[in-house]
């Protein structure tokens, strides 16, 4: 797994979400969220190596899978030509195989540079309350290594309070960040003509988030020490600008050479 220039893009596994009066909702990772960001890093230079819970290639977000969130035809075919070639590659790693969580230590986490966690509701599934994630995330924190999430993607933070002992407060109390709003969340739930179990703005600030939103569908950026937050698709490209300078301006070599703080 050791790699140079890298970024960890973690996925979730889930491919629908239950909603509170029981129905199903397809679901996945949405497209732009994860397109925009991961094309500029890649033409920068860092390789992304995704990974999930289980391992299996993960579904993409139907509502995703349109041109309005991309502003022009063009981009949006371009988002599709993109996923086709990511899909058809299958070595370990990529997006049709991601490692799954289990499989990760602290030696494999080392060498990567950064985290990235897009968005669409299915973090809301398996991401927030996966103890393997969270040994993955807290290293990231602990090293202060540049760490993205967008949209729905921050829930995956809490994680973490299951990888650190239970009399330990959220590393990321206190911190500024933003996520997908109720208010934009609303929207959905008007959609489905029903509501979800969980939000993940009233998620964060009840871990200890000091959460920032703008108004719906606008776009907005958070960064605070190592987190980068991006509200909601809209904010997809000044994301992707954030991440990939906290990326290389981050010096790897001085994690590389130091012992690890557990």
């Not at 599709?80 to 899909?87: G, N, P």
């Not at 509701?121 to 309350?129: E, G, R, S, T, W």
Request: proline content about 7%.
């Amino acid at each position: 797994m050791s790699t140079a220039r890298s970024v960890l893009v973690v996925l979730s596994g889930a491919k629908d979400i239950n909603l509170k009066s029981g129905k199903s909702q397809e679901t996945g990772f949405f497209l732009s969220e994860l397109y925009v960001p991961l094309n500029m890093l890649e033409r920068a230079g860092y390789r992304p190596i995704f990974t999930n819970p289980t391992g299996e290639t993960p579904n993409m977000d139907p509502l995703s899978d349109h041109m309005v969130w991309f502003g022009a035809p063009g981009e949006y075919n371009k988002a599709k030509a993109w996923l086709k070639d990511h899909l058809e590659e299958q070595s370990e790693g990529s997006l049709t195989r991601p490692i799954p969580f289990s499989a990760w230590g602290e030696a494999d986490l080392l060498p990567i540079d950064g985290l990235f966690v897009p968005g669409g509701h299915a973090p809301m599934v398996d991401l927030h309350n996966n103890q393997n994630l969270g040994y993955i995330i807290h290293h990231f924190h602990r090293h202060a290594k540049p760490s993205g999430l967008i949209c729905h993607g921050p829930v995956a933070l809490l994680s973490v309070n299951l990888a650190i002992p239970m009399d330990q407060h959220w590393p990321y109390t206190g911190y500024k960040m933003t996520a997908y709003s109720d208010k934009e969340e609303a929207f959905n739930e008007l959609l489905w003509r029903d509501r979800l179990q969980l939000h993940v703005e009233d998620a964060l600030k009840d871990a200890g988030a000091r959460y920032e939103a703008r108004w719906p569908l606008l776009p907005n950026v958070v960064e605070d020490r190592e987190l980068i937050t991006g509200q909601g698709p809209t904010s997809a490209w000044r994301f992707g600008e954030a991440l990939l300078a906290a990326l290389n301006t981050y010096d790897l070599s001085r994690v590389q050479s130091t012992p690890s703080v557990h």
